[in-house]
């Protein structure tokens, strides 16, 4: 078998089969097929899409890359969450500790940024001291002591995901169904969850800009997990305005601990409650969906949860009085206003330009292996929110960059982001779920 004979198949539009989907994964896990080949062969599947039958295959190829965890030993039955990428979602900083203080043990593999989205390991990074890079054996004796885990793609586990994943950020490949669902899928089979709740995101700030397609890639998932033993849950939810106020890595994880405080965004509260109570229901620990997002309403207003978020960060090395006192997390130095043109209503605010203008100021990478600055980022204000009257001249957000001129070419470009009406408009949170 040859690369190049492969990555011809598949830019004429070929379906291709399991040895040659295998043949690449273990080729580029082992340095023998070079980034150019598997850059021009993601570019290919992203041109040319795949069969749910080869997105399978592929899943599979990537999640046995590597290592992978049997966690029965140290837990029963472990749940995960994963969000299929946006804009401002820190919401497994939250469930997390949520459904864990509640004894369901959470076992996560998580991703960095992907182009304009975030990713939960880079908002951890802003905690001082913080690490992801945990061995196996370190993710199990983890899992079983604290309850809750998170760690990155190592070289142990699904080890192609990693590889992928950062190639395909720096290509312009990421806004793939199949690349996206194997991606996804493959972490959480290397990671040995028992049950998955998939938080897929539609709207401009997500990778599946119509509910047609979230919809698809929901059931591609969910139809995999099955397949290899997993019990699926999928909630489809609103990524068309930032998800909470803030966007970029520190700011995000302030929120979070705000939210863990029993404060936080409304409509961020509201997701991190939904997403929960799948994760209680899909586990056993709650009856139906109500029961679960009262225990994990009581979770975030009785202290538990913030319990532990501060057990889980001293477990992976961050510095606790870092969260505590969130003043010792990274600050930019500079933060302007974005100021309201005019009254009325908010009908409008891109997550996409959002999520770029982060990048640009250092939130995010412009290539493979860049440094983030973890302290910059964009924070609406509560009327900057779709749905919010506005008179001219209000704040609408605002932007903390490293420096002055990052700051106003941030500003110049979420004036763009915005759009105002006569008439309010309100977003749902979740369009549907499928249990
Ligand atoms: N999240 C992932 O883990 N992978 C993707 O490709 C997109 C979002």
Redesign the pocket.
């Known amino acids: 078998m040859r690369m190049v004979d492969i990555i011809a198949r598949k830019r004429d539009g070929e379906e291709l089969n399991r040895d040659e989907i295998e043949y690449f994964i273990k080729g580029y896990v082992a340095g023998e097929v070079p980034d150019y080949q598997a850059a021009a062969w993601c570019m290919a599947v992203f041109c040319r899409g795949m069969t749910p039958e080869e997105t399978t295959h592929l899943t599979e190829a990537m999640a046995f890359s590597g290592a992978t965890l049997d966690l029965h030993d140290v837990a029963p039955f472990i749940v995960d969450k994963?969000?299929?990428?946006g804009v401002g979602d820190k919401t497994t900083l939250v469930v997390g500790p949520m459904v864990a203080s509640l004894g369901v043990p959470v076992g996560k593999m998580s991703?960095r940024g992907?182009s304009f989205?975030g990713g939960t390991l880079d908002k951890l990074d802003s905690i001082p001291g913080f690490h992801s890079d945990l061995s196996i054996e370190q993710f199990k004796r983890q899992l079983r002591d604290v309850g809750l885990v998170v760690a990155g793609q190592t070289h142990e586990l699904a080890p192609a995901?990693g590889k992928l994943?950062a190639l395909?950020d720096v290509i312009a490949a990421?806004q793939s169904l199949p690349?996206?669902a194997s991606?996804?899928m493959s972490?959480k089979i290397a990671a040995g969850a028992d049950a998955i709740v998939l938080d897929v995101k539609v709207g401009r700030g997500a990778?599946m800009e119509t509910l047609e397609e979230a919809t698809r890639l929901a059931e591609l998932m969910v139809q995999i997990g099955r397949r290899l033993g997993r019990k699926m849950t999928a909630l489809i939810g609103d990524m068309s305005q930032p998800l909470g106020y803030a966007a970029g890595n520190a700011l995000e994880v302030i929120e979070a601990i705000s939210t863990l405080h029993g404060h936080g965004p409304a409509d961020f509260r509201e997701h991190c409650l939904d997403v929960a109570a799948e994760m209680l229901l899909i586990s056993g620990a709650a009856a139906d969906p109500e029961h679960g997002r009262g225990m994990a309403a009581t979770a975030l207003d009785n202290g538990s949860a913030w319990a532990k978020f501060q057990q889980f960060v001293a477990a992976q090395g961050g510095d606790v009085t870092a969260i505590e006192d969130p003043d010792r997390l990274p600050h930019a130095p500079f933060v302007e206003p974005l100021r309201a043109p005019r009254a009325g209503y908010v009908a409008q605010v891109d997550a996409r330009e959002v999520g770029h203008a982060v990048v640009d100021l250092g939130g995010g990478r412009a290539a493979k292996g860049d440094p983030i600055d973890p302290a910059v980022g964009v924070v609406l204000a509560e009327h900057g929110k779709v749905g919010a009257q506005v008179e001219a001249g209000e704040p609408l957000l605002w932007v903390h960059g490293r420096t002055r001129e990052s700051l106003y070419a941030a500003l110049t470009r979420l004036a763009d982001a915005y759009r105002f009406s006569a008439d309010p408009v309100a977003p749902p949170l979740v369009y549907q779920v499928m249990r």
Do not use: A, E
Not at 82 to 85: F, I, K, N, T
């Open positions: 994963h969000s299929s990428g991703g992907l989205s995901d994943y395909r990421v690349l996206i991606s996804i972490k990778f």
